[in-house]
């Protein structure tokens, strides 16, 4: 792996007591699709949160593009990082149009040409049918929702693609249409992405790599086809045989 995106170097964080993450370290290469798997509690949200600065570390370092997030600026750091969550998040006042062009429109010092076309970019990466754009978020269905979260992620053009159980709350359908336009957006962009996903069928089917993860620490983490063929240990072979 050439020079890593994102690093984690013997990271420990706590909440009060409870050692969320351990001595944690990880590198994740420019490019790579990562996804991550493991029991509830076991630090997945919580390595996202440290990833755009949300959360610093207790003791170790987490670098992103060679930066150390505990000594740099933390809005310079999250304009290169896109976020899309399970619930997506938008702003139920505003139009899918406006929802789309609000951070395009802030670093288009609010030019409506340039605007209005990052919005028909994003709208085409995302496959979003044009008809959707006059509408409220509150007018869609959730895979049609979470295709505007995702095509705000994107707005910024970031280099690094946070998602945390993006697609946990639609339906298997939709589920498996949505796996498949993050697979095309991710090999037509190129862009870091960080998937926390409880399905060990959509870790496999997504990831370059699969980070298993229990008890604040790394189980394994390999080629989809490894996990599934050369499970580390019985934790692992017990995911795997649910897929």
């Known amino acids: 792996m050439s020079e890593p995106i994102i690093r984690f170097v013997d990271v420990t964080k706590a909440y009060g007591d409870e050692a969320i993450l351990e001595r944690f370290s990880l590198d994740i290469g420019k490019g790579e699709f990562l996804t ?3 029991s509830s509690g076991c630090g997945k949200t919580t390595l996202l949160k440290m990833i755009n600065g949300l959360l610093i570390p207790d003791t170790g370092t987490v670098c992103v593009q060679g930066q150390d ?3 740099t600026d ?3 750091l999250r304009r290169n990082i896109g976020y899309a969550i399970q619930g997506v998040g938008l702003f139920p006042h505003m139009t899918v149009r406006k929802n789309i062009a ?4 802030l670093l288009n010092r609010q030019n409506r040409q340039k605007t209005e076309a990052a919005v028909a970019r994003l709208v085409k990466i995302v496959g979003l049918d044009q008809s959707l754009l006059d509408r409220y ?3 869609l269905s ?3 929702q979470q295709r505007v979260g995702i095509a705000r992620s994107l707005a910024a053009a970031p280099e690094i693609l946070l998602m945390d159980e993006p697609f946990g709350a639609v339906d298997e359908i939709t589920r498996r249409m949505l796996q498949d336009e993050i697979l095309r957006i991710h090999r037509e962009l190129g862009v870091t992405i960080v998937f926390i996903t409880h399905d060990i069928r959509e ?3 997504l990831g370059t790599r699969v980070a298993v993860m229990d008890h604040g620490g790394l189980v394994q983490i ?3 086809e490894n996990i599934r063929n050369h499970p580390a240990t019985d934790f692992v072979k017990e995911l795997v045989s649910d897929r």
């Open 203 to 205: 870790a496999l089917k």
């Open 74 to 76: 933390l809005i310079a």
């Open 142 to 144: 959730g895979g049609q």
């Open 69 to 71: 997030i505990s000594k």
């Open 36 to 38: 991550i798997i493991g």
């Open 102 to 105: 609000y951070v395009p429109s």
């Open 137 to 139: 978020p509150s007018e």
């Open 222 to 224: 390999d080629t989809p």
